[in-house]
Nanobody, 126 residues
Framework: QVQLVESGGGLVQAGGSLKLSCAAS????????MGWFRQAPGKEREFVAAIIWSSGSTYYADSVKGRFTISRDNAKNTVYLQLNSLKPEDTAVYYC???????????????????WGQGTQVTVSS
């Protein structure tokens, strides 16, 4: 029902910036929550940011707060993640996901998201 395609990843030096995009197709409703997660080699998938589609309310992991910004474009059915002041520890595959709920509780838990994109690689060099 929902398909997600991430893009915008790449190789940057520490301190640089990237902007990731997640284009959604299918039935997108204003009650959905969109999230960004990342997974580094040998590590568990971790929450990065989330946004309530209709209201624009945003949530961030402590590790990225103040550096990353999540936003959405309703007309394009696209969610973005602006990554600034990148650090080598930000290196990971970044995934976008859809949760069929607007309840903030649990936005950080990947198990609560039913649809996932294929991921885009972000590599930050020293």
């Amino acid at each position: 029902q929902v398909q997600l395609v991430e893009s915008g990843g790449g190789l940057v030096q520490a301190g640089g910036s990237l902007k990731l995009s997640c284009a959604a197709s299918g039935r997108i409703f204003s009650s959905y929550t969109m999230g960004w997660f990342r997974q580094a080699p040998g590590k568990e998938r971790e929450f990065v940011a989330a946004i309530i589609w209709s209201s624009g309310s945003t949530y961030y992991a402590d590790s990225v707060k103040g550096r990353f910004t999540i936003s959405r474009d309703n007309a394009k059915n696209t969610v973005y993640l602006q990554l600034n002041s990148l650090k080598p520890e930000d290196t990971a595959v970044y995934y976008c996901a859809v949760r069929l709920s607007t309840v903030p509780l649990g936005y950080w838990n990947p198990s609560n998201y039913g649809y996932w994109g294929q991921g885009t690689q972000v590599t930050v060099s020293s």
